[in-house]
T-cell receptor
Framework: DTEVTQTPKHLVMGMTNKKSLKCEQH?????MYWYKQKAKKPPELMFV???????INESVPSRFSPECPNSSLLNLHLHALQPEDSALYLC???????????????FGPGTRLTVT | AQKVTQAQTEISVVEKEDVTLDCVYE???????LFWYKQPPSGELVFLIR??????QNEISGRYSWNFQKSTSSFNFTITASQVVDSAVYFC?????????????FGKGTKLTVNP
C-alpha cells in the first residue's frame, strides 16, 4: 500500500479565514513533506518533517504553519493567506534513506486551494 | 548546484507512436537518486521509477523504459506504443541527501499529449 491521503480535496477561503490541510500515511514512513505547486510549474518544497521533527523550512511565510502530531499525520495550518497563495498543495512521505536505501517520495492527491 | 533540465516543454503524438522524454541533470555529488513522476490532470504525482547513481542498468517495465547514462548525465524515459492514458505531465527529479539535509529537485516537466 503506497497511499497518502489528503483532505480536503478543494478549499476556498477568504484572506481573513483560518483553515487547515490534513495529510495521512500508514506506510510507516519516517519523513513527510509539504509542497506547493502553481499551475504549469513543478512542485516547490515548503517543509520537511523527519521523525516528527521539523527538519527543513524553505523560508516559507509564517502564515503557513506546519504541524506533525504523530508519525502518520501532517497538518498545514493556514491563516491570513493572500490570493497568490492559491495553488495545489501536495503532501508526500518517504522511508528512511539510510535504513532502506530508497528515497522515493509518495504523493497524495493534493488540496486545490483558492484564496479569495 | 543541483539542476534538472527537461528541454521538451510539450510533446504531442498520435496513439501507438513511441515517444522519448529527455532529462539532463547536474550535480557534484557522487551519490544521488533520479526519479520520474507522472502527473495526470487529476493532480496526483505518481512515482514511476528510481535510479541510484551507482546503478546504471537500464530498466524496462511494460511499455516504459529508462536509459540512465552517467557519462552524459542523462536519464531519458521512453514510452513504447503510447496510449491516450499516457497523457500527463512527466517530471524528472534529482534527490540529494547531504549532512542531514535533503532535497528533491524537479525539472520543469514535459507535458505529453497522446491523441487518438
Amino acid at each position: 500500500d503506497t497511499e497518502v491521503t489528503q483532505t480536503p480535496k478543494h478549499l476556498v477561503m477568504g484572506m481573513t479565514n483560518k483553515k487547515s490541510l490534513k495529510c495521512e500515511q500508514h506506510m510507516g514512513h519516517r519523513a513527510m513533506y509539504w509542497y506547493k505547486q502553481k499551475a504549469k510549474k513543478p512542485p516547490e518544497l515548503m517543509f520537511v518533517y523527519s521523525y516528527e521533527k521539523l527538519s527543513i523550512n524553505e523560508s516559507v511565510p509564517s502564515r503557513f504553519s506546519p504541524e506533525c502530531p504523530n508519525s502518520s499525520l501532517l497538518n498545514l495550518h493556514l491563516h491570513a493567506l493572500q490570493p497568490e497563495d492559491s495553488a495545489l498543495y501536495l503532501c508526500a512521505s518517504s522511508q528512511d534513506l539510510i535504513e532502506t536505501g530508497t528515497a522515493e517520495q509518495y504523493f497524495g492527491p493534493g488540496t486545490r486551494l483558492t484564496v479569495t | 548546484a543541483q539542476k534538472v533540465t527537461q528541454a521538451q516543454t510539450e510533446i504531442s503524438v498520435v496513439e501507438k507512436e513511441d515517444v522519448t522524454l529527455d532529462c539532463v541533470y547536474e550535480t557534484r555529488d557522487t551519490t544521488y537518486y533520479l526519479f520520474w513522476y507522472k502527473q495526470p490532470p487529476s493532480g496526483e504525482l505518481v512515482f514511476l521509477i528510481r535510479r541510484n547513481s551507482f546503478d546504471e542498468q537500464n530498466e524496462i517495465s511494460g511499455r516504459y523504459s529508462w536509459n540512465f547514462q552517467k557519462s552524459t548525465s542523462s536519464f531519458n524515459f521512453t514510452i513504447t506504443a503510447s496510449q491516450v492514458v499516457d497523457s500527463a505531465v512527466y517530471f524528472c527529479a534529482l534527490y540529494i541527501f547531504r549532512g542531514g539535509s535533503e532535497k528533491l529537485v524537479f525539472g520543469k516537466g514535459t507535458k505529453l499529449t497522446v491523441n487518438p
